[in-house]
Structures are given as C-alpha cells and as structure tokens.
C-alpha cells in the first residue's frame, strides 16, 4: 500500500439547495449545455452581446436577427453614490450612460429575464457585490421578481495584472457573497485589463503554477461552478496551467476572450487545449478574426512544423503514457487549526497540496506479492511562496512517499510502521525504515540492515522521480529538471549508501559540487 504526502506545505503557493417558491437549478447549467442545438455542444459557436446596459441596448436585442441571434447576454453593474448622505447608494447599469438611457439592476434584470438567454452580471467594484447578491437571493422568495429560468454567470476581475491602472474586486469579498446568498450560479474570476497589453513583456503574459495555486485557494472550496475568464493571448502561453484546470474533479470551465491587442505567433497551444479539453467546458468570446482561424482549424486541421524538441515529447508521451488516475487514489484531509485552506486538490493531470500538511493520498492498488516489483514514477513541481527576505524554509519541506504493509487507523498525515521515501525542496533524498520493534517480523535483523540511506540531487524546482520496492530493497532515483519538462543532463551518482560511508574522498561527495542526479536504496526486511 502507498501514501503519498508533503511533509511541509509552507512551500506550496497552495450541493446547497435554496429553499422557496423557485427551483434556480437552470441557473447552474453550462451555457452551452443549455444551447446545445445552436452550439452543437461546442463553445466555439457560442455568441456573445457585450454592454447591454441602457434601454437603446436593450432594444437592440429584441430586433437583432434570427439567425445571429446572441445566447449570452453581458451587463456591466456599479454602485451609484447619491450626493445626500441620507439617500442609498444603489445598483445602476453603465453610470456613463445619458440620464434618460440609465438603468438601475433591477430594472434591467427584469427585462433580461424576459429575453430567453443566458446572462452574464459584471461586478466592477467590490461595493456593489453584496446589494446585488442581496437582491438576487430575495429575487427567489419573491413571486413578484423575474424568474431566472437561464444559465446565470456572475463575473468580477479579482485578480490584478500586471501594471494594470484597474482596481480589482476584493476575491474575498467576492467568492464568500456568491457562495452564502447565491450559489446557484457559475462564479465567474478574471483579471483586470492592462492599459498597453501589446507593450507588456512576454512573462507577464501567462499564468504561472503559483498563481494557479492562488486560484485553487479560492476554487478548492467551492461546490458550485466556476469558470475561469483568460484572454486569448495569456491562454496560449499558459496550456499546461489551463489543462490542469480543467482536469479537476469540479465544474470548472473557461472562457477564453480577445480584443484588437491580442497577437497570437504560436496558436498550436490554443488549438492543443481545443483538441484536449472538453468543447462543452471551453467557451469562446472572440474577434471575428481570431474567430475564423479556429474555425478553418476545426474544419481543416491546420499543419504545425514540428521542432525536434516537440518531436522528443511526442515520442516521450507515446513511450510513457501519463498514468496518473483520480480513481487510483483516494484523498485524506485532516482537520486543522490554521484558517488557511489546507488539503489536496486533484485533477486528471496530477494532484496539488495546498497549505499546511493535513493531507495524504491513498492508493488503491494492491502491491504485487513478492518477488515482484512495484514502483511509483512521478514528478514534483515545489512552488515557493512569496516570502519576505531572510525568511527561513523548514528543512523538512518536501514530498513523502510510505511503503506499508496494511491501511492503518490513521491519526494524521504521519504515518508509522512504513518505509519512508523522502524528496526535498533543495534535492536531499532519504530512505528511512520507520517501524516498532514489535512489528519486526524478524528481530534479529535489525542489527544487520541500516535504517536510513541518504542521498544530495542537484537543487531544482523540479524533480523527477522512481522509486522501486522490491521486496527485500527499496531504491530510490531522483532527477532534477527544468519545470519545462526538460530533463536535466548529468551523470547519476550514489551518495551516503550502507557501503559507502567513510569514502568521502570522492569528488561528487564534496558539499559544493553536488551531483545532477541521485540513486539510493536501503536493504529492508521483507514485509510482503
């Protein structure tokens, strides 16, 4: 049996029914499930009608053609302060708008409500979040309120970019509002827009794995769904982030958009998430121009000239299939003082721990009986927090792999009676028997095998890894790569084995001149 674990998570950047007149159940359903004739189950044909906020807009809508008709309708809401105190401050569609054309949020829900289509709110101030939230709870008690019988997608830009002259909406605020007085919607997180996006360097233009670690901390406790709003060029340089994503045993969607400053070079990663994701789970709000190039690729595939480093991870993926499945693994999360969300997220595409170390996975395999071989393969991705300067990270910090015999009673994420394989954030591996005398099946061998063998990898963000219990020998080889996949270059050296010690006129034995890669193992009496 096999738990896997963090040690210290410091590191890691990491159905409610309402009750009343209404079933609002509608109001979560995906846009394009609930348009599946018109959408043909695919994102791409979905269309969008932006600013509906005043009344001209409004009737704009109701004489649009047929044929082009919009399955999503989009409004803009602020909070309109009143010059007298004592007057309340409320909801109004686009302020900017002429006083006759002005329109508050309860007059334009009604008349949306009555127009058949999905509706999208855009909260742009974190005042507005909960007088709107409000009204929409009480709406559902309310047999006089207009009934939402459509997909309901409430949207507010939590998180800033980078140099953006924006104010976001506090997420906090935001995410708590939704999930207490109206969780039977999509919630809707997006980023604030940047002035000169063209101007802005490329490494802004992506989401980083610690700020997709910022979004679980926020997704990870929600039951309802979500989507996650990218513009176009941001989702072609973060495909792997977004893949993650959408893997996630959630409702998880994503809504990829595009305006006049949006220059895609490379589209084989927005065609690759296309191809991968679930076409129901991608909307697209795109130009017509960027609109048309994913169509010709839907309708003739485009050909994409292939570099040898795309060749290599092709041959790579065919010759080691991931084979990491949701279902093998059970999650276990243990209670915690600490308010910060500390548990395992996972997702097709591998699991992610966040905050401190109350969580565990569980593998449902059972190990072959000996003398044949298990073996764990995997990768670990360390994502140090922001962090002030001097401050210290806990040695300790790093991945746990137990190799035990039975499931224990278990009290915590430690686990007794087990072979402890131990991977660390700066490349420090170890092999440890961690078991009670009492459980030894043979006492008088434990002055013959070593409890622990020890190893030094290059340090990296990346590693990856095999370990291999054989029964009588448990090894353990560790392999630092660049987080691009790249496997480092270098010769495999054993470090600090059984029959090792005292050799340390060796030249990769020397502190300051650590091996690229580790192999270690350590004899183990035979439990299996």
Known sequence: MIFITLSIFSLLGGLYATAGFRDARAT???????WKNETLGDGLN???AHGVNSWPALVEQLQEPFLNKSMLLEGDVFLQNHRRPRHRAIPVMSPSARAADRMTFKEWLREVA?????????FRSTDVVHPVLEYLHAAQFDPSSPVLDYPLILHADVFRSYKSIESAVDPSVFVSNTENLFPDATLSLGWTKQANFTLVDEKHKRISWRQLMHILEYVARLDQPVMLSVRLTVAANSKEQLLWLLGMDK???????????????DWKPIFDLRRMATKNRVLYDLLEK?????QRESADPIEVELTSHDVIDLIDLIQNPPTFSMESWRAVVFSSSSTDLSTVVMSARGPAFLGKPTALLLSHAHPQAFPGEQKIRGKVHFLPKKTGKGAEVDEESGVVIYLVDKIHDLQSPRVDDAIEVFIGYDGRVSIEKKMR????KNKSSETYYDTKATGQAEKSHCYEFTVTDAGWRVSAEVLPVSCSDEKARGKRSLLDLPYLKGLSSLPYLDETDAPPSAYIQLETPLTR
């Open 290 to 294: 960027h609109r048309d190039i994913l």
């Open 251 to 265: 409702q998880v969607s994503l809504l990829i958009w595009s305006d006049d400053h949006d220059e895609v070079d």
């Open 114 to 122: 009555s127009l058949r289509k999905a509706i999208k709110i855009n």
């Open 46 to 48: 979905l269309r969008v």
């Open 28 to 34: 979560r359903m995906s846009v394009v499930d609930f």
């Open 437 to 440: 005398r009492s459980n030894m």
